[in-house]
């Protein structure tokens, strides 16, 4: 029996709670928040547990052995430590730090610890992700060409991250999974609109080395309309995520390019280029829901003693992709090597 | 009468030739191209043309005012140079000319030969443009915020220029006709997935001086699916066109944001940011050829002396764009000064 | 304060209890379902209500002036003829109940006893209704040509009723409520595809005496993909009602027909028809939950004893609707006078 | 060497010029139309052909083997029957007569004369329906639940026929040539909105005798969206085309319901009914002109003395089908045998 305590009961806590409690072989121990009111809702839902407003309490509790963190990012780091050095294992909101120096020390001391790391990137576990990371392994894309990812709206403001760190999180994280080349250098452009406030709409191009491939991220707190669209071109097929579809969210185009040679004609020399554009295939995904199939994975892999695909270093990745991006943006877009 | 000569009947010269012949005032006297079988086309559809494999013929003809080039970039400058010379008033295929030095020079050539030069940025033409800038204009959308442009497509790859310079005259040409304010700099990523070939794929931001406004474009060849939208967004309105739309076009929504003040909790300083979301409206938009639109204005334009919008000036801007885009892709996206 | 209780609490009753609860001035006291289960949780929802499996408790109970009734159709009349016979007032799921003689019984019983009969004819409280009754009652769309209605989806059969009972409710009601000219007549095509099954697709055409007005309804469970949208064209502007959308459910076209005279041609006499393209506009909805409005709604009614819009009466006439279109079912189509 | 005449060079007239013109082993001769202008075209665009005013000509010259007749309906039978008197082949634009009886006397008299006959429902050439009949044929989609048509409007009004016999010889062309059961029966409602015009909206649903599949047809020149939609569900499989959508005109959806035995539950019994639901599949469509395939089909039968599937009989059928929806709208919706 696995048991978990809960720090912050918000917005996205009271999910994870709810699928810890679900998961076969885990027991809902402690939820800290606080707000008593928030307090107040975990107890109405958890009847059997015990609510503090400390999470320190949590933290050095005894009969604790999975720690979930669900609280804004800076104060990651500073409870983090504080599980891993009690002997928890830990479940972190995303982004896992507020910088890739906290990650390193936390991965650290985990492994010192022996003991696991999970950074909630949630859409790992989508059945979109899934299918996109199943399609990419099996070749059917041939050799990639670009990754391009747009999630724009007009959003919810964070108060204390600009919108690199609140939105990019989800697509580096998911670039990261299924693209099998390490990034090596990041550039951003951005920009901010509201007087005092953090950078609301920023682009990023994430470098692979000498690879001509190339990913590209738009993300927008102002943007009129809602996009989540990633498209993801090979030279035998392509592939288009749009997460806002109910039906038909992947779409994988038997479509390519082939050079078929050089021409010369009126003193140009010239690539012989032809297009194949065959037939569209919208496979069926799984339906279940991301969280739980996350939290139930993170639970098998503390059962088995493994390491989980989103472990401390893929947090640690991430951090390091936003870090490298906000460099850039302070130097007006230069390439920051990771 | 005003009488005309098209030095070029491949793909699109065609249009221009029957869109100059439809123009009341205009006569149209000969075409050029190298290609015998293009000017039997010439000949079949207007039998009382004289036709020639010499565009030089046109140039120097003392029976024709206005020579219009529709010919591979590369060649651009020299015709035009002639034509100016010759006393003709130019109409130009987009881009303009392939080095800004070549558009400057014959922007004084025009001047100092007091001859118009018009270069073909349809677009502005379109019903959409024309109602995106009275949208623009009038101050509907506010304060501006950004411009977002995405033209992508399983494109032709044009043999002799880049995807920048085959894609992005139509938007910058738009951009710079609909904002006001005066782009300063330049940053572009990319890359070439073709052995032996140019960039297929390109993201390119537009900077304005100390303004936050910030304008970016993607262009790419390699995308499985044709995206031509734009977003328009700003702190009263927001605007989105999307090209492919048969119906609607343009759609304003009247979506906005507002700042309240600040607060603090917990320790951060936050701005109380409200979100408006009203209606949106969808406006008709002229129907008419943008061809044709552009080639009368361009009729009515010589006829009053008047400079056309679209002049040499205009012209000049967009391969500057275009030339500070290559160099920053050189320099690894490196902000490139206009 | 007024007492509530609520019969049946399946997949619908738990919204119907909770907007009753959340509602100023209820109280809600009791819930009755022959399922221990589903006791179970409404106890947990509401630990200080009582529960039972007979629904006569609350029928009888002198502590309730409310019995909400969310049960399968063919137990409607009987529980609101008791309810009724015992001075409470009824809200009654739709459709009202399984033959137009009980709801004109139910209509007479609830006038003798004074009590008041809301029948949950829910989408008339969304936002989308409102709005296309309010654009109709302007006369915004002049004279009204048809009303055409699609609800088809791969759905969930219901095992009692026909897809007419299922679906057509919600049309029934919608329709009734923003036209104002009385139906006289429907038939109706359709088809049983499951062996031992029900009309699993059907067609329903509603007549208008003399009016040249015409209402359609197609409902279907056998649809490969959902479809919900209604067309509602006039003289002067035309509606598009996509309830699937989610930003832009209502769109306001302002098009139209006009005859500017006759002409003869060639021996045929011609109608010179012209047709008008305008703008469209897309009105921003209301997003209040519509049960909840509803609720709120049949509350306030109770307290100053007006009749609601959906009630009896109105419950009756989607019956007579659904009744007739059945008798035309097995009439093989012909029309029945309502 | 096939000599073709053309009668009629209105809107549809030069595309049937054109195509044979371009087809190889024909020639094209002659083109008659009352109209000097349109008659000046045709001579613009085949300077080597005859023209005519009179249609006598055409029917009655000696070196024409083939009268394409592309005049309005009420004119076909007289010209019709006239070229097959004369020894002719004729290709007929839909629909084929104005009458059953007119078609019928046509087919008897071509079957006399030798002659083959063509009736233009050019639809069936498309790649689209080409891939749908495929499909169909294919056992893909199983035992066939529905044929459900979807073709509206704001429409340009034919003077001489209503709604019905403008779009739906188009539909009803397409559901005969892929549907192998024959139609038994047909039942149509619709209305007249312009004082002094013909139907402008109908609904026609066709039987099949015992058979539980159902075909039906919504035609409307009224819509103020522009709708082209046909659905065909099967127990396996089921299909949609769009025929409005540039890329994925046909989608097959792997989705299915299976009846898994009986339940009975409180007193109601159940069949206890599953719902599939797998990929979709976009398949590419061959992107020939339509028309073109049709054409140089016909010039195939021609040359080999087959039969062509759109024949004077295909053709008699479809005219057939709209009597039949124009008695039934006489007899208010009553059914009327084929």
């Known amino acids: ?78 409870l983090a430590r504080r599980a891993l ?7 972190v909101e995303k982004p896992f730090t507020a910088t890739a120096d ?47 990812s747009v999630r724009v709206n007009l959003g ?25 080349e390490p990034p090596t250098a990041v550039s951003a452009q951005g920009s901010v609109h509201i007087k005092g406030g953090l950078e609301d709409i920023a682009y990023v191009s994430i470098h692979f080395g000498d690879s001509t491939f190339i990913a590209h991220f738009h993300v927008n707190w102002l943007s009129p309309v809602k996009i989540r669209s990633t498209l993801i071109s090979g030279d035998r097929k392509m592939l288009v995520w749009d997460d806002l579809s109910s039906d038909e969210k992947i779409k994988i185009y038997d479509r390519g390019v082939e050079v078929n040679g050089k021409t010369e004609k009126t003193g140009i020399h010239s690539l012989l280029i032809s297009y194949r554009s065959g037939d569209i295939h919208v496979p069926r995904l799984e339906g279940t829901e991301a969280l739980k199939r996350e939290i139930d994975y993170f639970v098998g892999c503390l059962e088995s003693g493994s390491d989980p695909i989103n472990n401390g270093q893929a947090g640690l990745e991430v951090v390091r992709l936003l870090e490298a991006a906000d460099e850039s943006l302070k130097r007006g877009g230069q390439r920051v090597a990771l």
């Open 156 to 180: 919810l403001f964070q108060h204390d991250v600009n919108v690199i760190w609140d939105l990019a999180p989800h697509d580096f994280s998911i670039m990261r999974h299924v693209i099998k």
């Open 102 to 148: 906290q990650a390193r020390e936390l991965v650290d001391l985990a492994a010192k610890a022996g003991r696991k790391i999970m950074v909630d990137h949630t859409f790992l576990f989508t059945g979109a992700v899934r299918k996109i990371k199943e399609v990419i392994d099996s070749g059917a894309l041939g050799r990639l060409f670009f990754y391009d």
């Open 1 to 78: 029996m696995i048991k978990v305590g809960v720090i912050g009961y918000g917005y996205w806590g009271p999910n994870v709670a709810r699928n810890f409690h679900a998961s076969p072989g885990v027991k809902l121990i402690a939820v800290s928040d606080l707000d008593a009111k928030r307090r107040g809702l975990a107890e109405m839902h958890y009847p059997f547990i015990r609510t503090t407003p400390d999470p320190e309490d949590l933290v050095r509790s005894p009969d604790i052995d999975v720690v979930a963190i669900v609280t804004p990012v800076f104060t990651h780091f500073e």
């Open 85 to 91: 050095e009690n002997g928890k294992h830990i479940f």
